[in-house]
């Protein structure tokens, strides 16, 4: 590879690792549930190799209040770099933000084998770093986001192949498509559509051999799986009641008119997530994915997107129909789910991505002077929509997403931390009304080295505690009648402090335990 080249990826990755796993601990503002448990479970495999139930290296991740288990991609990934880093918010999102900077760098090197040239590399993989929805989920530790490498490193593979056909090289890709398998449940719904992308250009390009080394190589890395679900028979039914995957389905034979209603109910899915409300101007419904004020990817892509399908189906190449149906398929995970959720539709990004760049590429080829104009334009928007989205992500957004992620359970657990003794036999009490009170209170003392206070949290639930110590602590919602009631001096509780949110409204109560 040219030292040029080299340089490139070396700038790029700089700029890229500069952009994304820096102030992790400041926006998103807060951890959401979901995040604190995948951390606490790495944080359990980098301690002591087993995971919170005690189990050793599982494959799956079981929690009683959700017996399916976790996936195991990112918690490895997590937890090899808490073997290393102390426990935080920015520290546990960090493996994932790298995972975004992984991407963008086999985003240069998949586009540089497809175009040949360094410099359309470097316009797919600056595309990636500016998608709205890939910097916003590299910045989470949650599991989709962990598959957008798989699907690259399958499709550099693919890329690979199509230049030098050899069982070795699909086998490589194919091989990928069976560790996709540890991302996240929803691979198990889209990797039988690449598996089959993959036997088809096998086929064509290498003969039937090739689909039965595929075929053994896609089946290496599952052995792990496959040994799990031999000892844990159990998981496919926990897996189908954790996401209610045969929930209403009625008795006898369904109706034509309940057929043609759910048919036109899926049609209506793939539409909603072609359109392009959803794809280049407001984004995911929930400000977890979005700031709703951008879409998945940037406005010009509502151009270049429609301009590389007709390019890649011109094309007509192995690798380029693979580009173009995995960009169509990308929403199957949500249209069986039956709902447009960031983590069901995350696989769209790449091909995306890459369809924007070959729609850049039809506009230069076409050798037109208008159509350079546009694709310079429409290339140099981009840059310029993520400066303001990057501003808003860290402003108005960090403010206004903050309940969506728990709100500011964090600074009313610390203060109750730092208000009881290790020493003393105080205790803290959390209260029912505070979602996933257990999760953020284990996270919060291993993060401000309280270990000692793991187990001296007391989560009542239907009766306000009295108190037994001096000094007792208890943290409550501002907003219910029960801490109103503790606030105003009832069963000997006085306000310590009250917490805020970023925007200054009160959130939580902390309160202590009067002497007798």
Known sequence: MPRRTLLLIAALTM?????????????????????????????SIASSGRDLAGHLLPVFFTEPEFPAGRDPAVIYLTAAALTWLPVSEANVRLPTALLGVLNVVLMFLLARRLFGRDWMALVAAGFLVLTPAHFIRSRLILSPQSSLPIIMAWLLCLAVFSERP?????????????????TYLAWVVIMPVYLVLTGVLGYRLSGRRSL???????????????????????RVTQVVDAYQLAGGVAAGRPSLDAGLAALRAKAGLFWSFFGPEYLFISGDSSMINS??????????????????????????????????AGLLTAPIPAIISGALEMNRILFVIPFGVLAAAYGVDWLIASQTRWAQVAAIALVAAVPLQFAG????????????????????????????????????????????????????????????????????????????????????????????????????????????????????APSFALLEKTGS
Do not use: K
Request: hydrophobic share 45%.
């Open 212 to 234: 039965l080394v595929a075929a053994a190589a896609f089946a290496v890395p599952l052995l792990p799986m496959g040994w799990w679900y031999l000892t844990h028979p159990e």
């Open 15 to 43: 700029a890229s690792a500069i952009l994304y796993a820096t102030r992790l601990g400041y926006a998103p503002v807060y951890l959401m549930h979901d995040e604190s448990q995948f951390a606490l479970q790495a944080a």
């Open 166 to 182: 050899g069982t070795r090289r699909l086998a490589a890709g194919a091989a990928w498509l069976g560790v996709g398998a540890y």
């Open 389 to 504: 989205f990057y501003g808003d992500y860290m402003g108005r957004y960090r403010i206004e997403s903050a309940s969506w992620f728990g709100g500011n359970t964090r600074d009313a657990l610390i203060a109750a931390l730092e208000r009881t003794s290790p020493d003393s036999n105080q205790h803290v009490y959390l209260s029912p009304a505070i979602p996933f009170a257990a999760r953020y209170w284990r996270f919060y003392a291993l993060a401000n080295g309280r270990a000692d206070m793991l187990d001296r949290a007391v989560h009542y639930t239907t009766r306000v505690p009295e108190g037994e110590t001096a000094g007792d602590q208890l943290v409550c919602p501002v907003e219910t009648a029960e801490c109103q009631s503790l606030m105003d001096g009832q069963a000997g509780w006085h306000l310590v402090r009250t917490i805020t949110e970023p925007n200054g």
């Open 291 to 324: 700031t709703r004020m951008a879409g998945l990817f940037p406005m010009s892509f509502a151009v270049l997107i429609p301009l590389g399908i007709v390019h890649l189906a011109q094309l007509r190449r192995g690798i380029h129909m693979v580009i173009l």
